[in-house]
Structures are given as structure tokens and as C-alpha cells.
């Protein structure tokens, strides 16, 4: 009579740990935070503190902030909910 054993192997895929990560929140209440979690997740993250009618700050991964300003009130504040973003603002980059 023969014997035999069988081996399994499992091995995870590398995108699998990708699969499972937090995704990239799209704004943050500081700075600190919302820069660290912009280099985390490689994406730019929003700073809502910085949020205002005519302005709007976004960390980026390379470690600096961006500062995107209007000549018009571009968001209102809805009932303590922030800032929603409108197109059609103009870009300065600082830093």
C-alpha cells in the first residue's frame, strides 16, 4: 500500500493587504493629521480647520499644503457639517 501526503500551501497576494487598508479619508480637522495621513495614503487629504467661505487647504503627500482661495464665497456652512467644495476656484500653491 502506497502513502502520500498532501501539502497545501496558501499564500496571501500582494494586493491583499490593499484590499484590507482604511481608505484615504478626504478630510481631516488638523493639519498635523490630515499631513500625515496624506503621506500614508499617497493622496492629497483636506484640511477642514483651514476650511472657509472663500478658502480651502489640502495636505499633499510631498508634505506641503496648498492653499486654494476664491474671490467669491465658494461653500456655505450647512448646520455645522463644513464646507462642501465647489469647481471654479483659483489655485495658489505655498510652501
Known amino acids: 500500500m502506497r502513502s502520500f501526503a ?5 499564500s496571501a497576494s500582494p494586493l491583499a493587504p490593499d484590499a484590507l487598508a482604511a481608505p484615504t479619508p478626504a478630510e ?6 490630515a499631513l500625515a495621513a496624506a503621506k ?5 487629504v483636506k ?3 483651514l476650511t472657509t467661505e472663500v478658502a480651502e487647504t489640502v495636505a499633499n503627500p510631498d508634505g506641503r499644503m ?3 482661495q476664491s474671490l467669491k464665497p465658494e461653500r ?3 448646520g455645522g457639517n ?5 469647481p471654479g476656484s483659483m489655485r495658489a500653491r505655498t510652501g
Open 6 to 10: 498532501l501539502v497545501l500551501a496558501v
Open 28 to 33: 481631516l480637522p488638523d493639519e498635523v493629521s
Open 40 to 44: 500614508k495614503h499617497d493622496k492629497p
Open 47 to 49: 484640511v477642514s480647520a
Open 66 to 68: 496648498e492653499l486654494v
Open 76 to 78: 456655505a456652512k450647512r
Open 82 to 86: 463644513g464646507f462642501p467644495s465647489a
